[in-house]
Antibody, heavy 117, light 108 residues
């Protein structure tokens, strides 16, 4: 069955960096675009970034552009989100999701990122 | 960006009730509207896509309708496992999908 497992979340100070990983299994990872979505309680769900199946095309929300980098390693069935210059308002649970025709069919369980001094 | 709104923000329902949640887009999105269910501490789960198509495995008591800017999610005969938060999401404008703020359905 399809499984997506995020890791790498934690507590960091403003300005610091963090790298999230998403390990995929149960499907041919290299066939699908992947997405990062974040959720702040009481605020809702926010799209963060997309990457094409090959990794050659990436997109970012304006709120993270220039600070976050999405990447993937199809040989390792893994998706990544490198987050630099973190801000307090980046605090959220980050989900990776498998994308099919703009549908987010499968989601991971989420990784909590807390940015606080 | 396309803004999504939902109403109500929360509602209370009894087992067996019929529940309707409304989602509105700030501009026409044709039928590019999806619904997700989220339970506390869990990831969202895709329920309905392209406004009215039930995702595989989703009970038939869930249904969706609408096009353009106005959409509804209906749960007929609410069951205990349906108490959750429901989000709509537009997939008309990509990249940059956007979600509604959510509707919390709890027990009356």
């Amino acid at each position: 069955q399809v499984q997506l497992v995020e890791s790498g979340g934690g507590l960091v100070k403003p300005g610091e960096s963090l790298r999230l990983s998403c390990a995929a299994s149960g499907f041919t990872f290299s066939d699908y675009s992947m997405t990062w979505i974040r959720q702040v309680p009481g605020v809702g769900l926010e799209w963060v970034s997309d990457i094409s199946f090959s990794g050659t095309t990436t997109y970012y929300a304006d709120s993270v552009k220039g600070r976050f980098t999405i990447s993937r390693d199809n040989a390792k069935n893994s998706l990544y989100l490198q987050m630099n210059s973190l801000r307090v308002d980046d605090t959220a649970t980050y989900f990776c999701a498998r994308e099919y025709a703009t549908l987010l069919e499968y989601w991971g369980q989420g990784a909590l990122v807390t940015v606080s001094s | 960006d396309i803004q999504m709104t939902q109403s109500p923000s929360s509602l209370s329902a009894s087992i067996g009730d019929r529940v309707t949640i409304t989602c509105r887009a700030s501009q026409s999105i044709s039928n590019y509207l999806n619904w997700y269910q989220q339970k506390p501490g869990k990831a969202p789960k895709l329920l309905i896509y392209t406004a009215s198509t039930l995702q595989s495995g989703v009970p038939s008591r869930f249904s969706g309708s609408g096009s353009g800017t106005d959409f509804t999610l209906t749960i007929s005969n609410v069951q205990p496992e349906d108490y959750a938060t429901y989000f709509c999401q537009q997939s008309y404008s990509t990249p940059g999908i956007t979600f509604g703020p959510g509707t919390n359905v709890d027990i009356k």
